[in-house]
Structure formats: C-alpha cells, structure tokens
C-alpha cells in the first residue's frame, strides 16, 4: 500500500486550506495554532507522580510553539499502567498535575491528558496487579494471562475513568484524550482477536465498541461541555491485511474503525478523533514507521524478555518504510466517514506535509518523534517555511522510554 502523500511546494501553500499557525477552535477550546504535541510516554515519573523533569519537557515544547501539549500515560488506575513508574490519576498526584498545566499554560499552550488503561500491555509484576483484557491472553510484560472483567467490574472501570477524568480536569488540564488504541484495554475489546467474549460485550462492532462509548459517556458526564475530549482511536491493528475482513484471527481493521467512529460522533460525547494505528502487543512499529532499533529494544531488558526479544525481534518489530503523513492513507477513511474533526497522527514534520493535510480537510495536526529531537521546530516551522526537521525517524527514542525519553541523537 503506498504511504506517501503528494505535498504541494513548501513555498506556495493551497490559499484555500487553513493555515496551521492560525488560532483554531477544538471544541470548546481557543487554540493559537493547529498543532498538538501527542502523547508519548516521557519516561519521566519514577515514583508515578509529576516530576520537575516532566515539566520542563512539556514546558519546553509549550514554548516551542505547539497549540496543545499532550501528558501521556495517564493511568486511571494502579494496574492500568504499562509498569509501575507511570502517572495514576489519584489525589496524591494531584499537586504536582497542577504545576504541570500551569507550567504548560505559562507559554501559551493549552494542557490535555490522555487517559488510559494499558490492559493487556500492563506489566503484572511491575504493578503488581493482574492485567486486564476482554478476554483472557498472554500478557507478555508480566509473562501472565490476564484477567477478563465481569461485567460489574467494567462498571467500576467507567467510574474509575469518570474519576480520573475530574482529578485531571481539576488540576487544569483543558482537554482529555481517551486511548482507545494500540491494544490498551478499551482497544482489546473492540479487537476481534482479541476480545472473544459471549456477553453483551463481545462479538458484534457493537458489542466491542460498547466499553468505549460506555467511559467516553461516563468522563463526558463528570467533566460537562467546558473541556475538549478526543478519543485516540486505531485504524488498524496491523494484522492481516489492511482491509481485509474483520474475523477471529485478525485484528480490528479501518472498516470497523470507521464504524466505531461514527457510533462515537452519534452519541454526541466528542470533539474530535485521532487516528492511530498499531499493536503495542502485536505491531508496534506500524504507528512508528522507520527503522526497527532491534537490538536497542532488547538491550533495554533483562533476563527472558530480552532474549526473547533477540529470537522474535524480525518477527515483532517489522520494518516498515517511512513518508511524510504515513498514516493518511488510512485517515483519509476515517475522514470520510465522519464530520467530528480529526487530528492527523503520523509523519508530519514540515510544512509542506502540514499544508498538503489541512487541503484534505483535516483539522488539526499531531506531532511526536520530531519534538522530542526539537521542541522548538514548530515555531522554526511557522517563521520560516522551508524548515526541515532534524528527526531521521532511527527510532532509537523508543527503547529510552523504559529508563528516560530521549533523542539519543539529540545534540
């Protein structure tokens, strides 16, 4: 499938299009610009609690010129985080959340916190808690089967969500984003191969996507119509082929994504989708694209996960080959079938990428791996056009999240 998009000439911008340093609307939200910071696991909170480290990361990329800085990994719960050493949205976090978004705002950038429950990526033994899934799997960080919940303990997980949702908002984030992406828990259930379940929560799109659309109603209720909520949605599993049919043994695929969209815009609960793609579980570099750090993935382990990273490292961590705006041929789907506004993840590191995917219709542009090698290339971008980042897309960023984010090339 090509991958690539054709980008107008950096130097003559579609007049028609918006432009992406222009002051936009999400929601209820006044923006300076178009650009969003996306969520992407800093590494940063030893001890699961707001670190003076993590917000001068999110601070320094506030100023250098984003409209919105997504935390990451914001856990509702103990064992909903990938290990132990994440943020849990609980009271005792709370102090150190407020300096974070007031840290934010100080340079002009709304906050937003993606909320989440790492399911069946969860590290158990880490966390010391059993990992969730909509049905019972291998969860191969804590070498466990995880736990499928009864459906009185997916009550409780909507009002976990709710919960997380109001510590969040009331320590000054403007925006939440929900991930429902990567195999997270709320991914699992809308996966077919991954969610087997006989009760009102498996089987049919509508069935799998009812968990969802259950939290996306609950944390709506509790933060009311004053903050942006976008759900981080996967288009594609990156099992089996792209648009090939959605079975048992394949994953959820574009089709059923833009089916689940659409049961999203019809509740009413949302502001705006973005489209990602990739299975912390099963693809991971389909999100990323680029080179496959092999060798640096199991360098960052011990013991058997690192020797089993070494045997199934070709086999786990594919490579696949990168472009600007990568993922827009599968978002080009999803903006089709829905009118909420969409946040285009994926490549978007010049303008030329920015300019060509505003003249398609989308709303609004997320940004990752670029900002980590330069916080500031958005306003670099915005004074000088012809601006071209410095980000080789070697993904040697990615093993760093399990000691301390960076761009190990980074000078």
């Known amino acids: 499938m090509t991958t690539n998009i054709t980008a107008p000439d950096s130097s003559a911008p579609d007049p028609s299009a918006p432009d992406p340093f222009a002051p936009a609307r999400l929601g209820p939200l006044h923006l300076r610009n ?21 917000i001068e990361f999110h601070r320094e990329v506030a100023a250098g010129g984003v409209g919105i800085s997504t935390v990451a990994y914001c856990a509702i719960s ?17 102090p150190g959340l407020v300096r974070l978004t007031e840290a934010i705002h100080a340079e002009g950038a709304r906050a937003a916190a993606q909320l989440g429950h790492a399911g069946p990526v969860a590290n158990s033994v880490s966390n010391r808690a059993r990992a969730l899934a909509a049905s019972p ?15 009185e303990e997916i009550a409780a997980l909507r009002t976990t969500f709710a919960r997380a949702a109001r510590i969040a908002v009331d320590s ?3 925006a939440l984003e929900i991930h429902c992406g990567h195999n997270y828990l709320l991914s699992s259930f809308l996966s077919p ?12 799109l509508t069935n799998r996507a009812r968990l969802a659309r259950e939290v996306l109603e609950s944390v709506r209720e509790e933060v009311g119509s004053d903050v942006a ?35 999203f815009e019809a509740d009413g609960y949302l502001d705006a989708i973005e489209p990602t793609a990739g299975s912390s579980l099963l693809n991971p570099m389909y999100l990323f694209h680029g080179q496959a750090p092999r060798t640096a993935f199991a360098d960052a382990f011990t013991g058997p996960m690192r020797w089993g990273l070494k045997a199934a490292g070709p086999f786990f961590l594919k490579h696949y080959e990168y472009h600007p705006g990568y993922l827009l041929p599968l978002a080009r ?28 219709g989308f709303d609004f542009l997320a940004m990752g791996r670029a900002l980590l090698r330069e ?31 960076e761009c190990p090339v980074r000078g």
């Not at 799997?137 to 459906?151: E, F, L, N, Q, Y």
């Not at 829905?338 to 990428?353: E, K, M, Q, W, Y």
């Not at 670099?380 to 410095?390: A, G, H, V």
């Open 137 to 151: 799997i291998p969860a191969p960080m804590g070498m466990s089967m995880t736990h499928s919940p009864t459906v």
């Open 229 to 263: 909520i976008w759900v981080k949605l996967n288009m594609y599993d990156g099992v089996g082929a792209v648009g090939a049919p959605a079975r048992r043994w394949r994953g959820f695929n574009v089709d059923e994504a833009c089916a689940a969209a659409r049961l």
């Open 375 to 405: 916080p500031d290339l958005p306003q670099r971008i915005s004074d000088d056009p012809s601006t071209t980042s410095q980000c080789i897309h070697c993904n040697l960023c990615m093993p760093t999240i399990y000691t301390r984010t």
């Open 78 to 94: 103990p064992e909903g985080r990938t290990d132990r050493h994440q943020i849990c949205l609980r009271p005792e976090a709370a």
């Open 333 to 360: 789907r999803l903006r089709e079938a829905v009118d909420l506004p969409i946040i285009l993840l994926g490549g978007i590191t010049d303008r030329a990428t920015m300019d060509a995917a505003l003249a398609e």
């Open 172 to 174: 000054g984030f403007d």
């Open 34 to 54: 178009r650009l969003i910071k996306c969520a992407t696991f800093e590494g940063r909170t030893p001890d699961a609690l707001v670190t003076d480290d993590l």
């Open 193 to 204: 191969l991954l969610n087997r379940r006989r009760d009102g929560y498996g089987g049919s």
